[in-house]
């Protein structure tokens, strides 16, 4: 009997496309199939009618228990629905129709959501999973456009059962309709099976893309501070680094309007497992303009205040937020605030993000849905901004 393993789930939305992965239990074709969502004026149903029109396919006879086809042709910023199938000589599985939206243009308005640590609180969390079910649930209530998930989404990330466990089962109705990226943590381990499940942009460990009018770039801090040098780094930030020319040549090519970088250990932060060296990189983030950077690893909420050249400063500094998500470990807080903190608090959360023309607001909210921290920033046409 053939039956779906993981997914299916949504990667690389772009304005003209989306990428369906899934896994099944046994070798199996695969074929994607694009309906159309068409709106309606009473009645419920989410205000769609139940989708029928086959508008689009994609389809691969070449068997393979990991599939990934990519759907092209699509329209920007465009609700549409998809199906997939998979076959082989045991059988057969269908799954969808699913809601999905392409990428919006610049000059549009989106949010995004923001969390870590599914796998790597689990040591820890004695709801025994609950914590990560809360959290995307939570998340799913806001609709948002994408997910950035910030490293140790699984405990043992060589461990195959783990994905399943920590990220594609707790997370499987919200994965199914969200498209979402990633950065790795330690716990992933540099595995391939995060290679095999996600389509990132190669080398993968690293990348960059581009939703609306936002730069977002995902860097490996665990190759720049290797386990073994850990927390110190041996020399591999500067020049003829593979990913550290990667960083310099992309902040120099884009043009968007908001810059925003994510990577697993946290230069900042007023706890335990604050990774200084990488404060090696924040020169670069400062002279090209970077307007948020996102952590996790220490397994809190922390926010910083503006920082330029190790100091607090409103008229030019990057905001570093500590996204430990999926988990709460007040005992890793330092007894009182570090000069760099804005607010600080260990409960298990996810991050709303919702991104304008001109504005930038952030919340933090808990698992139980209730907003604890928020903050807005503005930029000018001239790129000088304003927070409040």
Known sequence: MLFL???PYLQRPTEDSMTMMWETSDLASSSVEI????RIHSGHQGNYKKPEVVIASVSNEERSTIHQLTVTGLEPGTMYFYTIHSANAKGEVQSGPYPFKTAVRRGEPFSFTVTGETGGYSSFDPSDGLTNINIFKQMQRYRPDLTLFVGDIVDNGDNYEDWEKYFFGPGADFLTTTPFYSCLGNHENNASWYYEFFDFSPPKNYYSFDYGDVHFICLDSTD???SEDYPL?????????EQYDFLIHDLQSTSAKWKIV???YPPFVSGGYQVEDLRQLCPLFEQYGVDLVFNSHTIVY????PLRAGKVDFQGGITYIVAGGAGAMPEWLLPKREWHTSQSLAVPHFLQV??????LELRAIDEE???FDKFTLRKDSDGSKSYF
């Open 224 to 226: 720049f501070i290797k």
């Open 302 to 305: 922390e926010r910083s205040h």
């Open 233 to 241: 780094s041996a020399g591999e930030m500067s020049p003829g680094n």
């Open 5 to 7: 393993s993981k997914g």
């Open 35 to 38: 309906l159309l969502a068409e």
């Open 354 to 359: 919702i991104v304008t023309v001109d504005h």
């Open 369 to 371: 849905g209730r907003l």
């Open 262 to 264: 994510f990577f697993h």
